[in-house]
């Protein structure tokens, strides 16, 4: 139940009043008890839907504030417009509300700006906000770093690097640093699009304007650099982070770690696991013993690796669908398959995915176990497991490998209709037609694949 607004000695009842006659009373109130009861009263009565999404109650509120000069209170009023009017797609209409109050006399404000981008982008209407920004800005505005930071958090969210990237240099342009929160977000996702180098660029440009790194940021970038292969300079980077004072912590060395086994170096990166294993300060975690299982399992290195695993369920620390997926990969390349179904019996105890069930499957399409295979992956579709452009991939290739097209382009067909689009499978079916001399069907997938804006632009030329 919603009280009744303070100061206001009225038997008030939501039902019983109109918005016209919400009108009638904030204005009434503002003109006989002052604005602060007016206030009172619009605020109450904001808290129900026929009030909340009454346009006409906003304005006349806000023109009786600029009347007696609350300047401060009217902008108040026209930003909780904005946040009402927002989550039933009226933002639009608000905006244009608050340029026409300067009309008025109400001039829309850096912080009204803000407060329009930060709903904006909360909802994902960066554009919108984009085009708030600009008539904000040639109506007088200036806009602060608050402003510009919102923009880049909106679109780095979305995945939008180039526009991200857009902002960011505007930003360095008129000298505004980001703050540690966003440093993080944005080398996180520059890094994830394989943008590490203007990352790394943006990085250096942000220490020498005065942004203090701190464990998160450089762990960040030392990460992104692993995963891209440049351990040389990740090791650089953590030197720096060091000679700042700052102790690489449990993430900082996994970043390392997992960098270094996907290298192939796991050697090394044992011998770092071992400095964390004899830390008084940091032990390593389920994702640190995950990234040096993988590395030997990559490496055929099977036996350290289960005993890795041991050592995890000894200290306490449950593997995860990550942990399970890397052994019964490699148990599956090298032909162990009754260890990896017994792994696979116990990640299906958990939250199961088709990734284990790919390197099953493609194992044993390997060792010719096609129809064991085939019962497999239904025994995951039983269990809620849904295939993926791997998965298609696996079964296609098979498929060609036997000369049966036909089948192949049966499996690309249910591909499709399951909404995934990826190359490599594509590809496959491509070189497996070309490969019987069936070139009219060889173009024609390539066409379709073209039309579907499969092909990144450049990479034509590689098939």
Known sequence: MRSRPPNLNLPIQTESITPDQAITVVASLHDEAGPMVALSFFYWASGYPKFRHFMRFYIVLTTCLIETGNIDRALEVMQCMVRNFAPIGRLGEAVSMIIEMQNQGLAPSTYTLNCVLRVGAEMGLVEVAENVF???????????????????????????????????????????????????????????????????????????????????????????????????????????????????????????????????????????????????????????????????????????????????????????????????????????????????????????????????????????RVKEACKLLRRGFDRGVRADAVTYSILMTENCKHVDTRQALAFFSKMIKAGITDIHPCTTLIAAFCRQSEMQASERLFDDAIKLAWFPQGKLTHL
């Open 134 to 368: 600009d008539e904000m800005c040639q109506r007088g505005v200036s806009p602060d770093c608050c402003s510009f930071k919102l923009m880049v958090v909106a679109y780095c969210r979305m995945g939008r690097v180039s526009e991200t990237d857009r902002w960011l240099s505007a930003m360095l342009e008129r000298g505004f640093v980001v703050d540690n929160t966003t440093c993080t977000m944005v080398i996180s996702a520059f890094c994830e699009k394989g943008c590490g180098n203007r990352a790394l660029w943006l990085f250096k440009k942000w220490v020498e304007m005065g942004l203090t790194p701190n464990v998160i940021n450089f762990t960040c970038l030392i990460d992104g650099l692993c995963k891209r292969g440049s351990i040389k300079q990740a090791f650089e980077m953590l030197e720096e982070m060091v000679g700042k004072g700052w102790k690489p912590n449990v993430y900082t060395h996994t970043a390392l770690i997992d960098g270094m086994c996907k290298k192939g170096w796991t050697d090394k990166a044992f011998r770092l696991f071992l400095k964390l294993v004899k830390s008084d300060n940091y032990k390593p975690n389920v994702h640190t013993y995950t990234s040096m299982i993988t590395g030997y399992c990559k490496e055929g290195k099977l036996n350290r690796a289960e005993m890795l695993l041991s050592r995890m369920n000894e200290q306490g620390l449950l593997p995860n669908g990550n942990t399970y997926t890397s052994l019964i990969n490699g148990h599956c390349k090298v032909g162990n398959f009754d260890r990896a179904y017994e792994l696979l019996d116990i990640l299906e105890g958990l939250t199961p995915s088709i990734g284990p069930y790919n390197a099953f499957v493609d194992g044993l399409c390997k060792k010719g």
